[in-house]
């Protein structure tokens, strides 16, 4: 969800990114975060974390490739993209924190169940 809005928002503030509709926005964010996943740590591994921008355009670019209705004009606008995906994604993320405001700590909810095969 976060992706797809952040996708969503670097598609309409930059050019030469283009998405042409819901369908391939979504598809555009699983692929993107399967990319993020498992593509894009393997390039910074390979790149030493040496130009980290360069791995994250390649990442972009690659889901783009690989998603019809997903394009990107070029490899600078690829770069530009997976930057503004990356700052609306930690934006979104700081205001959707379900930490405990009160305590700051992350709340555990224990569930067990009983011998009768209850659950509480």
């Known amino acids: 969800m976060t992706t797809a809005a952040a996708l969503g928002v670097a598609a309409s503030i930059l050019p030469g990114v283009r998405v042409d509709s819901l369908a391939a926005l979504a ?4 692929v ?36 019809p209705g997903f394009s990107v004009a070029s490899f600078f606008t690829a770069v530009l993209g997976a930057f503004v995906v990356g700052v609306t994604s930690w934006f979104i993320g700081i205001f959707s924190s379900r930490r405990d ?8 909810v224990e569930v067990r169940r009983h011998h009768d095969g209850r659950w509480g």
Do not use: E, H
């Open 27 to 30: 598809v555009a964010a699983l």
């Open 32 to 67: 993107l975060g399967f990319v993020n996943a498992i593509v894009r740590p393997l390039l910074v591994l390979l790149t030493l974390g040496l130009l980290y921008f360069i791995v994250n355009g390649i990442a972009f670019g690659l889901a783009a490739f690989l998603v």
């Open 101 to 108: 405001k009160t305590t700051g700590r992350s709340t555990v």
